[in-house]
């Protein structure tokens, strides 16, 4: 029976996690996104969290619209009792208006008052003197049990229900990829050709014959009467056996075996099977319903590897690396599959860049709240106060404009193809519904340039790292199963040149092809850069 590496759970306390919840007070359109993914559109599977956890950032941003919540409340109230007031002949024209005004000032100063307060002390970063966030987060009334339990069971499953196109669901965008194809030939049994597969250089083309090593034995000096190479059989192994070395010897040779100073810190290396989330209902009303969760009862396509169908699951080696405290995520999918005595190889790199530079100001906010700063505040807001209160009218009123007249609506999110056929048929067919992971919280953040040039060069490193460690892993898999390594030589001579010498120079945005493979590289502050899965 297949075996399959846990995901490590997300990280709760990590710098990632902290600079999202402080984005919730921060940036009111990701507070908004953050929502709408997670509670609002709860049908949908959570995406994988990669450095960081899910559910505090929900609650943060769900305590910071109560904030907003009950400003209004405040304000609706007090304009009612001055109504009244005004109404009874209490209060005359101009007193009515110094009330309403130092209502608004009040609730306005309040709110600025508790944002930095959390800002300050919940989620400031560990000093000498505090011991910074500590992943708790606030119990709000929409924050039930249930949909935290959702979120950490979906976030940290080793299946990944996605929806859309792209599978690698919150692993941020593509920066790198390519495919590699050999054929598994038998080792030569002569000296010669043993010699010869070690002497190679990588252009000289393997000899290709039957994979299954009985090609002759009439011949002398390794070859048959015709001249074709003797081969020793192939030790048989599977996509499970490879998959399990790569596995183990990547733990191994990146975190276990080195010296502590030169050990890759926040690895991790699991197995993740990624399948589409598309359900049907019957009517509107049960599709809430039927969409909750991911069904239990779907059958389990893992018998067959890498079965060729719309529901089938794929399973895909996972690397991951957080550096910068888990700021700059690097994330390698690697596939194998074994068809016509050929192994396929896919490696696809991602890269979560880090948090906006905006959410970073949570990072240089005062450790206390003194009389001096309570008086910058209260200056700052009344110079602000009535364009902050027009904002506070407003905003809300236009924020509910998408979910009803334009794609925010469950309707729209219900994938529905032109019908062509005869008799217009498809009026008959069950309502099908992409319930997938479609973004991340991570990935809705609405800025992933790098602020520092060595975070640029610290992703390049890790790909790199694990890309030449997995070409000698496999390597050494296929000598060790009597498999002819010259054209496994060659392809690696050819990924690798991509890396250094003639194409040494890093085109981030643009394509190569070299060889047996397809590489497509977008990264960085580059305005080529695409950016996958950010969805408004």
């Not at 598994?184 to 002569?190: D, I, N, R, T, Y």
């Amino acid at each position: 029976m297949t075996t399959h590496a846990a995901p490590p759970p997300p990280d709760t306390t990590s710098n990632a996690t902290r600079l999202l919840c402080a984005g919730t007070y921060l940036d009111p359109h990701y507070r908004k996104a953050v929502i709408r993914e997670l509670l609002t559109h709860r049908y949908r599977v959570v995406a994988p969290s990669y450095g960081y956890d899910a559910a505090p950032v929900l609650a943060h941003a769900l305590a910071a619209h109560n904030l907003r919540r009950n400003q209004l409340i405040a304000l609706a109230a007090g304009a009612v009792v001055i109504a009244l007031l005004m109404a009874a002949g209490v209060l005359g024209g101009w007193t009515a208006a110094l009330f309403a005004f130092w209502l608004a000032w009040a609730t306005m100063f309040l709110r600025r008052l508790a944002i930095l307060q959390t800002l300050a002390e919940h989620l400031a970063p560990p000093a000498d003197d505090r011991t910074g966030f500590d992943g708790s987060h606030p119990v709000t009334s929409r924050l039930t049990p249930e949909l935290v339990g959702k979120i950490n069971r979906e976030q940290a499953s080793d299946t990944v229900y996605y929806g859309g196109y792209k599978p690698f669901i919150g692993a941020g965008h593509s920066v790198k990829r390519w495919a590699n194809a050999e054929l598994l030939l038998g080792a030569p049994k002569s000296r010669a050709g043993a010699l010869g597969q070690n002497l190679l250089n990588g252009h000289v083309p393997a000899q290709h014959g039957p994979a299954d090593g009985t090609n002759g034995t009439n011949g002398t000096n390794g070859t048959d009467g015709g001249g074709r190479t003797e081969r020793k059989p192939i030790i048989p192994f599977t996509v499970d056996d490879i998959t399990t070395r790569v596995c183990e010897e990547l733990l191994a040779e990146l975190r276990d075996k080195p010296a502590p100073s030169h050990r890759v810190e926040l690895l991790s290396v699991d197995r993740r099977r990624f399948t589409k989330a598309v359900r049907t209902a019957e009517g509107s009303d049960s599709v809430a319903v039927l969409l909750d969760t991911p069904d239990p009862g779907h059958p389990d396509h893992t018998a067959a590897h890498w079965r060729e169908d719309y529901d089938a699951r794929r399973e895909y080696l996972c690397v991951r690396i957080g550096a910068w405290q888990q700021e700059l995520v690097t994330s390698v999918f690697i596939g194998f599959d074994i068809k016509g005595s050929t192994l396929h190889t896919e490696f696809y790199t991602y890269v979560l860049g880090p948090l906006p530079e905006s959410f970073h100001l949570a990072d240089r906010l005062p450790a206390a709240i003194d009389g001096r700063l309570m008086c910058r505040i209260a200056w700052d807001v009344t110079r602000s106060a009535p364009g902050e209160l027009l904002r506070l009218i407003t905003n809300p009123l236009r924020e509910r404009l998408p979910s009803r007249f334009s794609t925010d609506t469950v309707r729209k999110l219900v994938g529905e193809p032109a019908d062509t056929s005869e008799f217009r048929l498809g009026r008959y067919a069950l309502t099908a519904v992409d319930c997938g992971a479609r973004t991340s919280v991570r990935e809705l953040a609405p800025d992933h340039d790098f602020h520092h040039f060595f975070q640029e060069s610290d992703a390049i490193k890790y790909i790199q790292i694990i890309e030449r460690h997995l070409l000698q892993i496999v390597g050494d898999f296929l000598r060790d199963h009597d498999v002819d390594t010259r054209e496994h030589e060659a392809n690696q001579t050819n990924i690798l040149q991509q890396n250094f010498g003639a194409n040494s120079t890093n085109n981030f945005g643009g394509n190569q092809s070299v060889g047996n493979t397809n590489t497509t590289q977008t990264f960085g502050n580059n305005s080529g850069v695409t950016r996958e899965a950010r969805q408004a």
